[in-house]
């Protein structure tokens, strides 16, 4: 309550402060988030609507398997998270659930390894704006993504799928895909509506958890003189573009400007976990997984990247 109290009052004391954050925050939305994740969003409902998931379940099945004993049908989520970027892990992890393509303990295994920063951000934002060095840029997303798949391999025999051991099989995916399309009784004009809404409703949940975020390091930089070192951790820990921000202005080399990223976006930010949590709230996954894999993903990919800038 005092907390709330305290808040209130900095956004009617500091209101000019306060518009500038929110600006920014529908600005992050507008240029990158909306255009990123917007686009997926829509195309994943469509191809979940024919048998997409099926098709790519029954092709990297073995694959799956093999590497991180899970259910094919997570190639999806995979997959589709390393193009459009986090949160749409969530989306995707929690559409697959509600359709019993994936059980809660598979969920929540997925979940762990899913967490990829947008490679368009990467390559463009961090790589441009922050780091103006399009070689720090590359090895920051190829630490990211392999600190991923690290911990896939890592948590293989955590909540184990039960194996097939089938082998691969394009006819069978290709009948399988087929199946669902025939069977699916919606109309093109319905799913096109439904993935409109359904994508627009979680934008519009990430740009208020964005917003709220921001709000909050802001007022925390007006009351608080911190370092710009530890503002960029605090920002970076509870909002991940801000904390990037802080951190290219640091008067410190661009390889320790990397490693900083590299553990921003790997934990993602309590803005990123808010909106994840929003995303899976009406369903048995846990998060406690998914926060531990963070943690262990700022560790890994660090280390990478501190190495492979050595190299």
């Given at each position: 309550?005092i907390?709330?109290i305290?808040?209130?009052?900095?956004?009617?004391?500091?209101?000019?402060?306060?518009?500038?954050?929110?600006s920014?925050?529908?600005?992050?939305?507008?240029?990158?988030v909306?255009?990123?994740?917007f686009?997926?969003?829509?195309?994943?409902?469509?191809?979940?609507?024919?048998g997409?998931?099926e098709l790519?379940?029954?092709?990297?099945?073995?694959?799956?398997?093999?590497?991180?004993?899970?259910?094919?049908?997570?190639?999806?989520?995979?997959?589709m998270?390393?193009?459009?970027?986090f949160?749409?892990?969530?989306?995707?992890?929690?559409e697959?659930y509600?359709?019993?393509?994936?059980?809660a303990?598979?969920a929540?295994?997925?979940?762990?390894?899913?967490?990829?920063?947008?490679p368009?951000?990467?390559?463009?934002?961090?790589?441009?704006?922050?780091?103006?060095?399009?070689?720090?840029?590359?090895i920051?997303?190829?630490?990211?993504y392999?600190?991923?798949?690290?911990?896939g391999?890592?948590?293989?025999?955590?909540?184990?799928?039960?194996?097939?051991?089938?082998?691969?099989?394009?006819?069978k995916?290709?009948?399988?895909?087929?199946?669902?399309?025939?069977?699916?009784?919606?109309r093109?004009?319905?799913?096109?509506?439904?993935?409109?809404?359904?994508?627009?409703?979680?934008?519009?949940?990430?740009?208020?958890?964005?917003t709220?975020?921001?709000?909050?390091?802001?007022?925390i930089?007006?009351?608080?003189?911190?370092?710009?070192?530890?503002?960029?951790?605090?920002s970076?820990f509870?909002?991940?573009?801000?904390?990037?921000?802080?951190?290219?202005?640091l008067?410190?080399?661009?390889?320790f400007?990397?490693?900083?990223?590299?553990?921003?976006?790997s934990?993602g930010?309590?803005?990123v976990?808010?909106?994840?949590?929003?995303?899976i709230?009406?369903?048995?996954?846990?998060?406690?997984?998914?926060l531990?894999?963070r943690f262990?993903?700022?560790?890994?990919?660090?280390?990478?990247?501190?190495?492979?800038?050595?190299?």
């Amino acid at each position: 309550m005092i907390c709330l109290i305290i808040c209130g009052y900095e956004i009617l004391s500091e209101s000019k402060t306060i518009m500038d954050a929110v600006s920014f925050s529908f600005n992050i939305w507008i240029t990158n988030v909306f255009p990123s994740l917007f686009p997926f969003f829509v195309l994943s409902e469509i191809l979940m609507n024919y048998g997409f998931i099926e098709l790519i379940g029954e092709l990297f099945k073995p694959l799956f398997e093999k590497l991180f004993k899970m259910n094919g049908n997570a190639a999806f989520v995979f997959i589709m998270s390393l193009i459009s970027g986090f949160p749409s892990n969530a989306k995707y992890t929690r559409e697959l659930y509600l359709q019993n393509k994936l059980s809660a303990k598979e969920a929540t295994k997925i979940l762990m390894f899913s967490h990829f920063s947008n490679p368009l951000f990467i390559l463009g934002a961090i790589s441009l704006t922050f780091l103006n060095d399009k070689r720090l840029g590359l090895i920051v997303m190829v630490s990211h993504y392999l600190g991923n798949i690290i911990i896939g391999l890592l948590f293989r025999n955590y909540n184990a799928s039960n194996i097939t051991n089938d082998k691969f099989s394009l006819k069978k995916a290709i009948m399988q895909m087929h199946y669902k399309r025939i069977n699916n009784n919606k109309r093109f004009g319905a799913i096109i509506t439904n993935s409109l809404i359904n994508s627009i409703n979680t934008l519009l949940l990430i740009l208020g958890v964005i917003t709220t975020f921001l709000i909050i390091t802001t007022i925390i930089d007006n009351n608080f003189h911190l370092s710009l070192l530890n503002k960029s951790l605090i920002s970076g820990f509870l909002e991940m573009t801000q904390g990037l921000k802080h951190v290219s202005l640091l008067n410190t080399s661009t390889e320790f400007k990397a490693i900083l990223i590299c553990m921003i976006i790997s934990f993602g930010g309590l803005s990123v976990h808010t909106q994840i949590l929003s995303i899976i709230s009406d369903t048995d996954i846990k998060y406690k997984p998914f926060l531990l894999a963070r943690f262990i993903h700022i560790v890994i990919a660090s280390i990478i990247c501190y190495l492979l800038i050595k190299l």
